[in-house]
């Protein structure tokens, strides 16, 4: 499974866009950049999935370069309520058992 | 998106008795179902894979005897804590795979459960 790093923290403000870049050199052909969204007491939510390009949703856009070897979570202007802890995940199919690594704890403050 | 419930979401018991967990999958049928366990400010880490009508596969280090899985039908998978300790407090996650879900989200988190061990 290929390992992903992202940093542990980031401060934000209310209205702000955020990025959390997210490394994973050792990618596979066959893997998905999945991320998911926590809020403390409650399970993991899924936000955005994507394999290669640029994936947008109504909450956030997924950048991934042309080497896949990392990925941009953008969450455009953030509010109170998305302070949370942020995964970032490489799985080699879609429902795959998905192994979590540290994750980014994003605070935003108004 | 499908809806996995977890129940219950806290529970507190005293040393050396057993604990179930339930994971349902509400709309839709989960031949693959996962447990996680996650610690304060820690990350969620895999404890096992449970498969219906077989037995689960446990992560490295996780005790199959102490942690129980049951899958015994498409839509329920149990965790029991069995003679439950104070190191055993923590947040159990589980989650569900549809495979035939239409959008690219095919794994499914419940609510977690809260385990505290007096």
């Known amino acids: 499974l290929a390992k992903t790093t992202q940093p542990i923290s980031m401060d934000s403000y209310e209205g702000q866009e955020v990025n959390i870049t997210c490394s994973h050199n050792?990618?596979?052909?066959?893997?998905?950049i999945t991320w998911y969204q926590q809020f403390p007491s409650q399970g993991p939510r899924f936000i955005i999935q994507?394999?290669?390009t640029k994936v947008t949703n109504e909450v956030a856009s997924l950048f991934i370069p042309a080497d896949r070897k990392s990925s941009t979570l953008s969450l455009p202007r953030v509010s109170l309520s998305d302070t949370a802890v942020y995964y970032c995940?490489?799985?080699?199919?879609?429902?795959?058992?998905?192994?979590f690594g540290k994750g980014t704890t994003l605070s935003v403050s108004s | 998106g499908a809806v996995v419930s977890q129940h219950p979401s806290r529970v507190i018991c005293k040393s050396g008795t057993s604990v179930k967990i339930e994971c349902r999958s509400l709309?839709?049928?989960?031949?693959?179902m996962f447990w996680y366990r996650q610690f304060p400010k820690q990350s969620l880490m895999l404890m096992a894979t449970?498969?219906?009508?077989?037995?689960?596969?446990?992560e490295q280090g996780v005790e199959k005897d102490k942690f129980l899985i049951n899958h015994a039908s498409l839509t329920l998978s149990t965790l029991t804590v069995t003679s439950a300790h104070p190191e055993d407090s923590s947040f159990y996650i589980c989650?569900?795979?549809?495979?035939?879900?239409?959008?690219?989200?095919?794994?499914?988190f419940g609510s977690g459960t809260q385990l505290s061990v007096l």
């Open positions: 995940l490489v799985a080699r199919e879609a429902g795959t058992a998905l192994i």
């Open positions: 449970s498969n219906e009508g077989s037995k689960a596969t446990y």
């Open positions: 989650s569900a795979r549809d495979l035939k879900a239409a959008t690219n989200e095919k794994l499914f």
């Open positions: 709309d839709f049928q989960a031949t693959t």
């Open positions: 050792n990618i596979a052909t066959n893997d998905y």
């Open positions: 994507g394999y290669k």
